[in-house]
Structures are given as structure tokens and as C-alpha cells.
């Protein structure tokens, strides 16, 4: 969940100024970043708030890549601010 969650809340923290919880930087990534990243925000949340894993991430190389592509997005985004 930092993987996913982690970088958001400091995007967050670069635009705004102002340190928010995880689950709120999950919606902050939904809210900024690009669709495609939602899947995997919307994983980070689950196992945030301790719901269920979606089978769509139960191999670890699919969610290691889509963890590593909203990582470099957020990055990407951070650094256009």
C-alpha cells in the first residue's frame, strides 16, 4: 500500500503544502492522475483499508509494474509543478 498510496500523499504535499492520510492520497490520485492508475490506487485503498485483493493483481509482476508506472507518473506530474 506505500508503494501505491506513498507517492500521491507526497505529490500532494509538493502541490499543496499540506500532509494528508494515505486513503485521502488515494483519492488525491484518482482525483489528479491519469485513469489507467486507477486500478491499481483503487488496490493500494483495499488492502489500506483491509478489503479484499483484486484477483486482477494476484500475479506480483503485474502489480510490481502497474505500482512502478504510478510511481513514475506521480513523479512525472510532481515534477511539472
Known amino acids: 500500500a ?6 500521491p500523499r507526497l505529490h500532494h504535499t509538493i502541490a499543496t503544502g499540506d500532509v494528508i492520510s494515505k486513503e485521502a492520497a ?9 485513469p489507467r492508475h486507477h ?3 483503487d488496490e493500494g485503498l483495499a ?3 483491509g478489503q ?3 484477483p486482477a493483481f494476484a500475479a506480483i ?19 511539472r509543478l
Do not use: F, N
Not at 506505500?2 to 507517492?7: F, I, N, Q, S, Y
Not at 488525491?28 to 491519469?34: G, V
Open 2 to 7: 506505500w508503494g501505491v498510496l506513498g507517492p
Open 26 to 34: 488515494g483519492e488525491w490520485a484518482k482525483a489528479t492522475l491519469d
Open 39 to 41: 486500478p491499481i490506487v
Open 47 to 49: 488492502w489500506w483499508r
Open 52 to 54: 479484499p485483493a483484486d
Open 61 to 79: 509482476a503485474t502489480r510490481a509494474r502497474a505500482t512502478a508506472d504510478l510511481v513514475l507518473a506521480t513523479a512525472d506530474e510532481a515534477a
